[in-house]
């Protein structure tokens, strides 16, 4: 999942100048219609009952010359009541409400949002990786 632009600009100011970061306190996973972008300008799912759902993440793992991290918990958003648009991205985000981006990535396909359908993140599924 590539960084935010808030992302980035956290990780140089903390390694490369010595400054102090605010840590998030959790990470939730949001869903999107469009590209967030790194500036943060997607459409995030609207529908009725969806919210950010919170994740926890394993330890880094060495593989390839990248760190990477899995979602550790099932993640279930609310069932979709009537048909709501789609779905083609995720990100995580410092907040269930606001908060800033802090990684985002396109799905593996587009998900539409229909009546009865309940977006569900298996454990191990969602991967975020530092290279």
Do not use: C, H, W
Not at 95 to 101: H, R, Y
């Amino acid at each position: 999942m590539p960084k935010s632009n808030t992302s980035k600009t956290m990780v140089l100011n903390f390694l490369a100048r010595n400054q102090s970061v605010t840590q998030p306190a959790q990470l939730y996973l949001a869903l999107y219609a469009t590209n967030p972008t790194d500036a943060d300008t997607g459409t995030e799912a609207s529908y009725s009952g969806y919210q950010r759902q919170a994740v926890t993440f394993s330890a880094p793992q060495l593989s390839g010359g990248s760190a990477i991290i899995q979602n550790s918990n099932l993640i279930q958003f609310a069932v979709v009541p009537s048909a709501s648009g789609s779905i083609a991205y995720a990100a995580l985000r410092s907040a269930q409400s606001g908060g800033d981006l802090i990684y985002y990535g396109p799905l593996a396909a587009t998900y539409q949002l229909n009546q009865g359908v309940q977006p569900i993140i298996p454990i191990g599924s969602l991967t975020v990786a530092e290279t």
